[in-house]
Each structure stands twice: as C-alpha cells, then as structure tokens.
C-alpha cells in the first residue's frame, strides 16, 4: 500500500503533536510538583516567623524581668522596702477596682432582671 503526500504528513503531524503533548504533560507535572514545594515551603517559612516573633518577644520579657531584678538588687534596704510595699497598695488598688467593677456588672444585670 502506497501512503500519498497527504497520509505522510497526517502521520507526522500527529506524531508531532504527540511528541509536544508528551513534553507539555510534563512539564505541567513539574510545574504542579514545583507549585506543591513552593506551597509547603512557604507555610514552613510563615510558621518560622511565627516562631521567630514569639522567641524574640519571650527573650524581651526575660531581658525585662533580669533588668528588674538588676535594678532591685542594687536597692539599698529601705529602698526595696518601700517598693515592696507600693506594689502591695498597687495590687490592693486594682483588686479593689476589680472588684467595684464586678459589683458594678452584677448591680446592673441585676437592675435589668428586676
């Protein structure tokens, strides 16, 4: 059987495409594995940030807390005295705001009840 012009080049035209099909496919399939790394990369990259804000911001807080403990120890005693007791009246002031607006809070839910 003799192929003419017209069956030669259907076969290579589709031979062709099959080749860039088979090329195209595959890049697409590197293409959708890249975009998957690219994904879990960038989550880990954000849940390090996190992290990293969350260190720096306890290092802060322990930098802070040493600096207070410097600060007190070079207190002579009478200093460290009157410290100690204005944090008693701080924390019994704010007790007793907390406690005004608690009575404050039930006095009105109560008002609306009844």
Not at 10 to 15: F, G, T
Not at 35 to 59: G, P, Q, V
Not at 61 to 70: F, G, N, P, T
Not at 95 to 103: K, N, Q, S
């Amino acid at each position: 059987m003799k192929q003419n012009r017209k069956s030669i080049e259907a076969n290579l035209r589709n031979k062709l495409a099959a080749q860039y099909k088979e090329k195209s496919d595959k890049l697409q399939k590197r293409l959708d594995c890249l975009h998957e790394s690219y994904r879990e990369m960038h989550e880990r990259a954000r849940k390090a940030e996190i992290e990293r804000d969350e260190l720096k911001d306890k290092i802060q807080q322990y930098e802070d807390w040493i600096q207070r403990l410097q600060e007190y120890m070079d207190m002579n005693d009478d200093d460290r005295k009157a410290y100690i007791e204005t944090l008693r009246a701080q924390d019994d002031l704010k007790r007793a705001v907390e406690g005004t607006r608690m009575y404050s809070y039930l006095n009105h839910l109560f008002g609306l009840v009844f």
